[in-house]
C-alpha cells in the first residue's frame, strides 16, 4: 500500500513538472502577445507591473497544480490571485496561450470557460454562468475575439473567431465568427462579409477601439442607424 502511495506521488509529480514546463511556454507567448497588443507597452520592465499579465501568469502556475492534482495549492495560488490582483481565474478554467488581459481588475472566468489564443479581453469581463448546474455552464470564446470592458458572457455559449464583444454588452446567445455584437442583450450589428464589410465596418472602425476599450457609450440609436444602414445596403447589392 505504501509503495502504492509513493508510486502515484512520483507520478504527480512527474505530471507538474511536465505541466510547469507547458506553463513557462505559454507565459512566454503570453508575453510576445502582450507586446503585440498593448500600444502602452514601451519596455520589458513593464512586464513586472502590469496586472493583468501578471495574474495570467498566476493562473499558469496555478493551473498546472490543478491539472496535476495538488489541487489545495491550487486553489490557494487562485485565492492569492484574487486577492493582489482581483481577477478570479478558476483553476479549471482553460486559456490557451497567447491571451492578454489587459488591467485585469474585476475579470472573471469560470471554471467550464475556454478562451482561445490571440484573445484580449478588458477590465471587468465575465464569463460566467446563467444557471447553477453541472457540466459545461460556461462560454467557449474563440481565437482573436475582443472583449470589451464590463462586458458579460453568460453560459455555454459560442464566441466564434474573430468576433468583438462591445463593453457592458451583456452577451446570453451564440456570436458568429468574425461578428460584432453588442447590447442587453447583445445582438448582432456586423459581420465581416463582402457585403458589408466596406459599410459598417468601415464607418464603424473609429469607434470600435472605443467600444472595446469602455471609453465610449453609444446609444441604441447609434447602433440601430449603423444596423439599418448595412441591411439596405446590403439588399441593394
Given at each position: 500500500m505504501?509503495s ?13 513538472i ?9 507565459i ?24 493583468g499579465?501578471?495574474?495570467l ?15 489545495f495549492?491550487a ?16 483553476p479549471?478554467a482553460?486559456?490557451e496561450p497567447?491571451?492578454?488581459i489587459?488591467?485585469g ?6 471554471s ?31 481565437k482573436n475575439?475582443?472583449i ?14 474573430g468576433?468583438r464583444?462591445?463593453a ?13 455584437a453588442?447590447g ?21 472602425r473609429?469607434?470600435?477601439k472605443?467600444?472595446?476599450?469602455g ?12 444596423h ?5 445596403s446590403?439588399?441593394?447589392?
Open positions: 505504501q502504492l502511495n509513493i508510486l502515484g506521488l512520483f507520478r504527480k509529480k512527474s505530471s507538474l511536465e505541466r510547469l514546463l507547458q506553463a513557462r511556454k505559454y512566454r507567448l503570453d508575453k510576445e502577445a502582450l507586446k503585440q497588443n498593448d500600444p502602452s507597452f514601451e519596455s520589458s520592465f513593464q512586464f513586472f507591473f502590469h496586472a499579465f501578471r495574474s501568469r498566476m493562473y499558469r502556475i496555478y493551473h498546472a497544480f490543478y491539472v496535476a492534482g495538488f489541487k495549492l486553489y490557494f495560488l487562485y485565492h492569492m490571485n484574487r486577492v493582489l490582483y482581483s481577477v478570479d481565474i478558476h479549471a482553460q486559456i497567447g491571451v492578454v489587459d488591467h481588475t474585476g475579470l472573471v472566468i469560470g467550464t470557460a475556454v478562451v482561445g489564443s490571440g484573445t484580449v479581453l478588458y477590465h471587468g469581463v465575465t464569463l460566467g454562468a446563467k444557471y447553477i448546474t453541472k457540466g459545461k455552464r460556461h462560454p467557449t470564446v474563440g475575439v475582443i470589451g470592458a464590463g462586458a458579460k458572457v453568460l453560459g455555454p455559449i459560442t464566441i466564434g473567431d468576433a464583444i462591445g457592458n454588452s451583456v452577451v446570453i446567445t451564440d456570436v458568429p465568427e468574425n461578428a460584432t453588442v442587453i442583450p447583445a445582438r448582432i450589428i456586423a459581420k465581416q462579409t463582402s457585403q458589408v464589410e466596406n459599410i459598417t465596418f468601415v464607418k464603424t473609429e469607434i470600435r472605443e467600444v472595446s476599450d471609453l465610449c457609450s453609444i446609444s441604441e440609436d447609434d447602433y440601430s442607424s449603423i439599418e444602414e448595412a441591411v439596405m446590403t439588399t441593394h447589392h
